[in-house]
């Protein structure tokens, strides 16, 4: 079985702030990660994923995450944030679990990021 | 190409009408699915289908019906539709693979009253 927990359904920053959103995962397998971002009303866009290459993987709009391992943690972050930022944030596991269970991506509860000018 | 499409995009049902959520690609993906986001619990999955004539539960199929004759559409059927189905469906659609990036639709935002 596999599950992701984000920490903190709610993180607020200042413009031009580190941008630090957590997320923990589970899985007996090695893991495929992916983060995805959704701006009000919209479907939800790939930031950025892991599939077993660099540990340190990075993303459109300045966004980038780290692998780790030890920690089994894949933290999503952004040295400065902008305005433009503020959406909820779904990190999401996929484990190769083998069978036809190509597209069973488990999401964690989401991260509803928040930009004060 | 307009990638995953969604209608309708808002729908408003009494208790125990049905109704067909409908959802179409065209980027001749093999895997599609259905997602619900409700506050709080991220994204479930409700139904997926690995190519036309094939498709399998996921974690909340209960009350919903999908089925798969085409490549390009993937339909969601509430048969007695219930206020705990109240949400907003995402339809989603990639190549078959584990490394492959799920695309997802605008969305449709549904009310049982």
């Known amino acids: 079985a596999q599950s992701v927990t984000q920490l903190g359904s709610h993180v607020s920053v200042s413009e031009g702030a580190l941008v630090l959103l957590r997320c923990n995962y589970s899985?007996?397998?090695?893991?495929?990660l992916f983060w995805y971002v959704q701006y009000p009303n919209q479907g939800l866009q790939l930031l950025l994923k892991y599939t077993s290459a660099a540990t340190l993987v990075k993303g459109i709009n300045g966004f980038e995450a780290e692998f780790k391992k030890s920690e089994t943690s894949f933290h999503l972050t952004k040295p400065s944030a902008h305005m433009s930022d503020a959406a909820e944030y779904f990190c999401?596991?996929?484990?190769?679990?083998?069978?036809?269970?190509?597209?069973?991506?488990?999401f964690g509860q989401g991260t509803i990021l928040t930009v004060h000018p | 190409n307009a990638g995953v499409t969604q209608t309708p995009k808002f729908q408003v049902l009494k208790t125990g009408q049905s109704m067909t959520l409908q959802c179409a690609q065209d980027?001749?993906?093999?895997?599609m699915s259905w997602y619900r986001q409700d506050p709080g619990m991220g994204l479930r999955l409700i139904h997926y289908s690995v190519g036309a004539g094939i498709t399998d539960q996921g974690e909340v199929p209960n009350g919903y019906n999908v089925s798969r004759s085409t490549t390009e559409d993937f339909p969601l059927r509430l048969l007695s539709a219930a206020p705990s189905q109240t949400s907003v469906y995402f339809c989603a659609s990639s190549p078959l693979g584990w490394k492959e990036t799920q695309y997802f639709g605008p969305g449709t935002r549904l009310l049982v009253l």
């Open positions: 899985s007996s397998v090695p893991p495929y």
């Open positions: 999401a596991v996929r484990a190769n679990a083998g069978g036809t269970s190509y597209g069973k991506l488990t």
């Open positions: 980027m001749n993906h093999e895997y």
